[in-house]
């Protein structure tokens, strides 16, 4: 998988944060401040890696599925929905840390957010998105089974559909524990 693709996934799955970051800034340069700069900035780079990273994960995700990709029949399936929750709240505590329009403590935030990060990186966390939730994808925990072996424990991020038990899917592998199915 892309570092350039899980890095992106990493970013957007704070687009709470970056939206209340986005509102406080520009709270902060209509009432006028002395230094806009700290605004100015964070709007800048949030919205150049916000639509950088928007574009990797479409590309990412429509890339061809013909090109290493496998059919199973699904043995078992359960919708993930409390990884996103969980993730969100997580996400929420940084807010109620930092202050967005004073310099220092977006540096201070900048190094969290770092750590973060390279933790995602990784562990190859990135299975816990809102916006992939809000445009249709769903994860699921699945075993699946077909004539080459069987595959337990796997997570499928998949648009739009319901896996169900004896269900066909074709699936392209991400990293070890996530792939993207149809």
Known sequence: MSILFLMSMFFLSFVPLWVCIVCIDTKSL?????????????????????????VVTIKTLRKPTTQNTEEYMVVAAEKDTVSTTTYLLSNALP????????????????????????????????????????????????????????????????????????????????NDELYIGR
């Open 95 to 174: 807010l109620f840390a930092f202050d967005f329009t004073q310099w220092f403590d977006m540096v201070q935030f900048m190094i969290v957010f770092g750590f973060l990060a390279v933790l995602c990186l990784l562990h190859y966390r990135c299975d816990s998105n809102v916006c992939l939730e809000l445009v249709g994808y769903r994860l699921y925990k699945c075993s699946l089974h077909n004539e080459s072996g069987d595959k337990k424990g796997i997570t499928i991020l998949i648009r739009r559909k319901q896996l169900n038990v004896n269900d066909e899917v074709v699936i392209r592998r991400l």
């Open 30 to 54: 209509i009432e006028g401040t002395n230094y806009p700069y700290t605004e100015w900035i964070a709007l800048g780079v949030i919205t150049f890696v916000l639509f950088s990273s928007v």
